[in-house]
T-cell receptor
Framework: RKEVEQDPGPFNVPEGATVAFNCTYSNSASQSFFWYRQDCRKEPKLLMSVYSSGNEDGRFTAQLNRASQYISLLIRDSKLSDSATYLC?????????FGKGTTLSVSS | EAGVTQFPSHSVIEKGQTVTLRCDPI?????LYWYRRVMGKEIKFLLHFVKESKQDESGMPNNRFLAERTGGTYSTLKVQPAELEDSGVYFCAVRQSMNTEAFFGQGTRLTVV
């Protein structure tokens, strides 16, 4: 089993749609959780950290369920500029462990 | 403040040659990581420095890869001799501490032919 697994995607949605990404992780000792975003041929950049209580940043909401070892990202009112690959990241130790990523394509 | 800088941005070498990738981190970020993304696969951890010390090198694929971090500043990753399967994008990332954001360099795209 991979350490971090994500929805395979790609997700193709129209502008204004709501889209949800899921992620599961295998190491219950993981302490920190993040969603990163990677644009084509660019480096990953932090989108948001994920906290046990859930957190929201504008149109983006992240949730963590430690019991199920599950993380989610909800994007509301999708914009064309949201098109990218979304990477689920966990830290079971000192390194960040990445999922394969889910590609989102928002069209007009 | 300058970000993480990687050199070169692209490198095309022949199988059997040597290549050295360099990462210049953000000043004051003691934790430095090397990652690699092979086409179609996830970004894979290679190793982690804390200052000049190797904290974790469990992700290094084999002994053809050698990473150093001189004086806890810039880091190099040498591949010698390169093989076809070493092709991919090599990212350097830095963090101030374990729970803070990791900042990535733009990566070095290595192609071994």
């Amino acid at each position: 089993r991979k350490e971090v697994e994500q929805d395979p995607g790609p997700f193709n949605v129209p502008e204004g749609a709501t889209v949800a990404f899921n992620c599961t992780y295998s190491n219950s000792a993981s302490q920190s959780f993040f969603w990163y975003r990677q644009d084509c041929r660019k480096e990953p950049k932090l989108l948001m950290s994920v906290y046990s209580s859930g957190n929201e940043d504008g149109r983006f909401t992240a949730q963590l369920n430690r019991a199920s070892q599950y993380i989610s990202l909800l994007i509301r009112d999708s914009k064309l500029s949201d098109s990218a690959t979304y990477l689920c990241v966990v830290t079971p130790g000192t390194a960040l462990i990445f999922g394969k990523g889910t590609t989102l394509s928002v069209s007009s | 403040e300058a970000g993480v800088t990687q050199f070169p941005s692209h490198s095309v070498i022949e199988k059997g040659q040597t290549v050295t990738l360099r990462c210049d981190p953000i000043s004051g970020h003691d934790n430095l990581y090397w990652y690699r993304r092979v086409m179609g696969k996830e970004i894979k951890f290679l190793l982690h420095f804390v200052k000049e010390s190797k904290q974790d090198e469990s992700g290094m694929p084999n002994n053809r890869f050698l990473a150093e971090r001189t004086g806890g500043t810039y880091s190099t990753l040498k591949v010698q001799p390169a093989e076809l399967e070493d092709s991919g994008v090599y990212f350097c990332a830095v963090r101030q501490s374990m729970n803070t954001e990791a900042f990535f360099g733009q990566g070095t795209r290595l192609t071994v032919v």
